[in-house]
């Protein structure tokens, strides 16, 4: 599965995606893979600048089902959307951008051998380095188990946060692995969404990531 991404000038990013830019970007839609049963629609929209990468994440919800409010918890056992970007297919080193309903965060460098893998936390993670996030809720309060219709999240990784990694940063004709996620814990077992559906509940497969081509 691939995906062109446009390049567009920087911008701030709010949680609810009403920036001019996104206005011409398509949805794409993430499929729901794995044992869960929620139907809740979730689509997504990125983008890319000079200095980054920008995603959009829209889910449909009930209950924000999430308590954690420290970033780098374990937010993915709860409510959260994941991205996964593998610029250099010659390195099993990839990316992983976590963001709860709640705005809290979880960025990590994974260092997958086979399966057998684990996450680093980014060092000197500030000024230019840092993602700049946020998370918007339609129809309830942005609470732990706020009853809501829906909430979105919005960030921008820069590409300076992965210095050292191949491929980085792209240039027009670049192609990077990528896949984008979420999971909603409403229910059990949880339900999980995929962009690129070829992984199906276990999002470390990354030999079966999507592409995002850089325009």
Known sequence: MDLKIRQVDDFE?????TAAAWRDIAWEPLVRVGE??????????VMWSATGLYFLV?????????????DGDDIFREDVVEIFLWPDEGQPIYFEYELSPLDVE????????GGDFYGWLPWHYVGPRRVRHATATRGGPKA??????GWSAEFFIPF???TGMGNTPPQPGSRWRANIY??????????????????????????????????
Request: hydrophobic share 30%; net charge negative.
């Open 36 to 45: 869960g049963k929620s139907q809740w629609a979730t689509k997504t929209k």
């Open 144 to 149: 732990s188990g706020g009853e809501v219709t």
């Open 13 to 17: 990013v709010t949680g609810d995606g």
């Open 58 to 70: 829209d889910c449909e919800d009930q209950k924000l089902t999430c308590t954690m409010t420290q």
């Open 182 to 215: 979420r999971i909603d814990y409403d229910a059990q077992p949880c339900s999980h969404w995929a962009w690129c559906p070829d992984t199906g509940a276990n999002f470390h497969k990354f030999r079966e990531f999507g592409t995002l081509q850089f325009e």
């Open 106 to 113: 979880l960025p990590i460098l994974v260092s997958n051998n």
């Open 160 to 162: 300076t946060l992965l």
